[in-house]
Structures are given as structure tokens and as C-alpha cells.
């Protein structure tokens, strides 16, 4: 406990809890993940820049195009908006801004969560590493994990309207922004909020026929459930992908008999109880918390998280630790590191490479700590008493 102790003073020195410094880094970051990829072309940014210009000629987004890049595209209509300012750039120079708008879209949503200025800051801190891994396949996984920040931000400031807007975001380009209606309990405006998500969802719909035509585009969501269902059965033993709960229990069975339902059944049944304790709706630690877990719950369910999908975990960490109005354990901590290096360390060259390669990757232990974590967190939604020092978490 002394070192943790000094570890904090040492952090709590002006320079390391200055916002500046982090937006500075965060600045940094998609700089020097650009300049690693840009050499070699970044494929994920490829596909991404295909996904408008192939809207524009109103050919499949979903085919595979090995003239320009290699895999295919399982990002939704809407994004050919989205990544159209940076795919009629210079690759270099669309690819650096496009990491750059990630990374300060998520700087931003954490920088507005209605908590004092010292949880920000740390959660800046504890996610840098786990952003960085993120930026370098260029994924919009960071984009996700803000979107879903930021409904429930606009949930808690009752502006119901923009927070059916990010979950009609999230969810048109890449599904998992539909994870944002978990927080339709503590919408203190049900009736707008659902009307709001439908005037969305609608305008969503229809904006990418801009670009194209209105046959072109139902067609392209079709081709999108497709290609989705298709993914999902690749991802069960697949090396990058399904780094999950799903992911490791198939893994280390070595079983592919059974459906993923007898796990996300029950894993649905264990996010949403928490739900039944309505009188700590109104306490913030405990909205907070919730939405931590739904953080963690988007990748430990997916078949088709990566590496680079544990930027939207690792959010949902940093909220359950610093949101608890109680002193946390020494168990509390060991998991925070033990999350730190192994699940946000492992894919680096900084972790040894033949625990990462005979363990790590084969059995996706990735998933290991947040696993770990989101069950104890359950358990705290379920049980604790989110009254006892609310008031703590108030802005500065």
C-alpha cells in the first residue's frame, strides 16, 4: 500500500494532473500511430476510405476489393458520411486527422462526465496505453466507447434528443451503439426520448441516399446484416477476433457444439439486475457504475472484439474504480493492475512474447481481467449502497 500511496503523490504533481498535458498527449498519440502506419499503408484506413468512394459509385461496400486493400468492410451505410472528409484527403494526411478527431472525441466525452476533474484525469491516464493500441489499427472502436459516454452525459443533462442521436450513432455505424439504450431508466423523459431515437434512426436511415439512391442503400443494409451474420461465424475460433467471454470459454473448451446464447443469456439477465435497485437510480456513482458495466458488457459478449476493442472496456475499468463511494480493497487494486498488464500490455513488445504467444492470444486471457472485474462489479451494483458518500462525485 506505501508504494501505491507514493505512486499517487507522485501523479498528483501539477504536470501529471494538468488537463493540458493529457490533451497533449492525446494530441501525440494518434501523431505517432500515424506516422507508424502511414509507411506501410494502414489497411483498416483503406477500407475505410473505399466505404465512401464506393457509395459514390454505388458498388458493394460489403465485396472485397484486393486491388485496394485486403478483408471487407462490416461498418454500416451512415459511415460513408462519417469518414467522408478524411477519404477525399491524402491518405497520410486523412489517416493522421482521422486518428486525431478519434482521439479528441473521446478526450472530450470523458472531459464532460459530470465528476471532479481528478477522475478524469486519471481515467485519461489509465486508458492512454489501451487508446494507443486502438489508434494503430485506425478502428472507430474509439468513437464507439465516446458515443456511449456521451448518451448517457446527455441522458444525465436531460437532453434526451442528442443522446438518441449518439446511440442512433453508434448503432448505424457499427451496431454496438445500441448498447446505449441500458440507460432508458434513467431518461427522465421517456415519451421524447423514444420519439427522438425514432427521428434519428429514421434520418440515419436515409442520409447515406444523399450520396447514391435510396435502392442503392436498402440494399447495402441488407448486404450489411448479411455479411454481419457471416463475420459472427468466423469470429467463434478465429485468432484476432472474439477476444471476449465468448472468445476464452470457446477457447480454452476447445467446444463449437454449443450456441453463445447458454452465455449471453445469462449475461443480459446479470447487466440488467441492477436495474431492479430503482432508489439508487438517482445517486451518480451508481449510474456511473452501470455505465461501466455496460462498457465492459459490449466486449465481453461480441464474438468480433479485437485487441483494439478494449479501449471501450478499458473506459468502463477506469469508471468502476474511481466512481465507488468507498475506499477500494487491496483485491480492488490487484485487479486494476492485474487489468493494466495483461489485458492492456499484452499486445505490446513490452510484454513477453512467449506468454503472449503460447497463452495469451490462443486463449484470449485478454478477457481475463474484465471478466474478473465486471463480476465484482456486478455484485457491487447488486449489493452496495451507492448513497453513502454521493456527493463526492460532483464536479470540482
Known amino acids: 500500500m506505501k508504494l501505491i500511496t507514493q ?26 500511430a500515424a506516422v507508424t502506419k502511414i509507411v506501410k499503408h494502414n489497411n483498416n484506413f483503406l477500407i475505410f476510405r473505399g466505404v465512401f468512394w464506393h457509395t459514390l459509385q454505388q458498388t458493394s461496400l460489403y465485396a472485397e476489393y484486393p486491388a485496394e486493400y485486403f478483408d471487407t468492410n462490416f461498418y454500416g451505410p451512415f459511415f460513408s458520411l462519417v469518414i467522408a472528409p478524411f477519404a477525399v484527403l491524402p491518405e497520410w494526411l486523412g489517416l493522421w486527422l482521422w ?21 478524469q484525469i486519471a481515467t485519461l491516464w489509465f486508458c492512454a496505453h489501451e487508446l494507443l493500441t486502438s489508434l494503430f489499427m485506425a478502428q472507430f472502436n474509439v468513437a464507439t466507447v465516446a458515443a456511449i459516454v456521451l448518451t448517457y452525459i446527455c441522458l444525465y443533462r436531460e437532453r434526451d434528443f442528442w443522446a438518441a442521436f449518439w446511440i442512433m450513432f453508434g448503432t448505424f455505424v457499427k451496431i454496438y451503439g445500441i448498447v446505449g439504450l441500458a440507460f432508458f431508466f434513467f431518461s427522465k423523459h421517456k415519451g421524447r426520448f423514444i420519439a427522438s431515437l425514432a427521428f434519428w434512426a429514421l434520418v440515419m436511415f436515409v442520409a447515406p441516399m444523399l450520396i ?3 435502392e442503392y442503400v436498402i440494399g447495402q443494409y441488407v448486404e450489411w446484416f448479411q455479411s454481419l451474420t457471416a463475420k459472427n461465424a468466423q469470429n467463434i475460433f ?26 449471453i443469456l445469462p449475461g443480459m439477465a446479470l447487466l440488467g439486475l441492477p436495474l431492479l435497485r430503482w432508489k439508487q437510480f438517482h445517486h451518480l456513482p451508481f449510474q456511473l457504475t452501470f455505465v461501466a458495466s455496460v462498457l465492459m458488457f459490449t466486449v465481453l459478449f461480441s464474438t468480433g472484439s479485437e485487441s483494439s476493442t478494449y479501449i471501450i ?19 480492488d487494486i490487484a485487479l486494476m493492475i492485474f487489468a493494466f498488464i495483461l489485458t492492456s500490455m499484452s499486445p505490446s513488445d513490452l510484454f513477453p512474447a512467449y506468454i503472449r504467444k503460447t497463452w495469451v492470444q490462443p486463449y484470449a486471457l485478454k478477457a481475463l481481467p474484465i471478466v474478473l472485474i465486471w463480476l465484482q462489479l456486478t455484485w457491487e451494483l447488486c449489493r452496495r449502497d ?10 470540482d
Open 212 to 214: 447514391s439512391s435510396p
Open 99 to 119: 486518428l486525431t478527431a478519434l482521439s479528441l472525441f473521446l478526450f472530450t466525452a470523458i472531459r464532460q462526465l459530470p465528476v471532479r476533474q481528478g477522475i
Open 313 to 331: 472496456a478499458f473506459v468502463g475499468v477506469a469508471l468502476w474504480y474511481w466512481m465507488a463511494p468507498w475506499s477500494r480493497s487491496r483485491w
Open 386 to 395: 451507492y448513497e453513502e458518500v454521493a456527493h463526492s462525485s460532483s464536479n
Open 7 to 32: 505512486l499517487r503523490q507522485f501523479f498528483q504533481r501539477p504536470f501529471f494532473s494538468n488537463p493540458r498535458t493529457l490533451l497533449a498527449l492525446w494530441l501525440l498519440l494518434p501523431l505517432a
Open 238 to 263: 478465429s485468432g484476432g477476433q472474439n477476444i471476449s467471454l465468448l472468445g476464452m470459454a470457446r477457447k480454452i473448451s476447445g467446444c463449437a457444439s454449443y450456441s453463445d446464447l447458454w452465455l
